[in-house]
């Protein structure tokens, strides 16, 4: 495993809250929309979106997040992650804690590349599974050269430091002991790293996962993402997401109804999936 080193700070903090970006500040492979200031909780929160300039927000019948129910045995491709070590930059966007990772990475699916563009973090998860939300989720965002998206999403379950931490080729802990190690408080905060972080060693080891089409968790919803949430969660230090909550302590937007949509399983054999 390329070795993971710490992250510095090297940006300053916004004086006060400000104006926070109003496009997709989670989701920045789609940008802009124009809508008002947003957030999760009073008069800014999830149900007032559609009338706060993000129409789809209201009226979308194919919104995420999803209660994972039943799901259908899919006929579907496995995802090849094609994951490569890569200088981030780490901010505070006023919604979430956002890794911005340079280009080279990507994910093909069904012979369709899909660049990662940046990670970020919810808490609790936003997807959830028979009901159940886990302590975190992250989802990792990728784009088409055509400007279409795929997420992965990941759940995170908090243990305490003593027990072993699942994740990507048995070393997943250190790397997201790392990450989350890292957070920036304040909003508008930036950091950088030394080095770099392999986003590969960010995955379970089993790649099985469930497939939806839906929209962008946050404003402006936009519709047409193609989502993936492996099926194996991860594990991370409880500490650290304790210390996500301090920062954001509910940054999670509702589950949407289904409708019509077909939900899918895709069980991948020997917990494969791996690109490399």
């Not at 300053?12 to 929309?33: K, N, P, Y």
């Amino acid at each position: 495993m390329r070795r993971l080193v710490t992250l510095m700070y090297v940006g300053a903090a916004v004086a006060g809250l400000g104006e926070v970006w109003a496009g997709d500040a989670q989701h920045s492979a789609a940008q802009g929309s124009g809508g008002a200031h947003w957030g999760y909780t009073g008069p800014e929160g999830p149900q007032q979106w559609g009338t706060l300039g993000y129409p789809v927000c209201a009226s979308g019948q194919n919104q995420s997040p999803i209660d994972i129910t039943a799901a259908a045995a899919g006929d579907l491709d496995e995802i090849v992650f094609s994951y490569t070590p890569s200088p981030i930059q780490v901010k505070n966007n006023g919604h979430t804690i956002q890794f911005d990772y340079k280009g080279g990475s990507f994910i093909t699916v069904g012979g369709k590349r899909f660049d990662l563009a940046q990670f970020h973090f919810h808490s609790p998860s936003e997807n959830t599974i028979q009901g159940k939300a886990f302590p975190m989720e992250v989802h990792l965002v990728h784009k088409s050269a055509e400007g279409e998206l795929a997420v992965v999403g990941i759940m995170m379950n908090a243990v305490e430091q003593k027990e072993k931490a699942a994740g990507g080729h048995g070393e997943g802990g250190d790397a997201w002991g790392l990450v989350l190690g890292a957070l920036p408080a304040a909003n508008g905060l930036n950091l950088t790293s030394e080095t770099t972080i392999d986003a590969a060693q960010l995955l379970p080891h089993d790649r099985s996962y469930y497939h939806w089409m839906g929209s962008l968790t946050t404003p402006p919803c936009s519709e047409g993402v193609r989502w993936f949430l492996l099926k194996e969660p991860v594990g991370v230090d409880a500490r650290q997401v304790a210390r996500f909550r301090t920062i954001f302590d509910n940054n999670a937007r509702p589950v949407q109804p289904l409708n019509a949509r077909n939900l899918y399983l895709k069980e991948v054999g020997g917990g494969s999936g791996k690109g490399h």
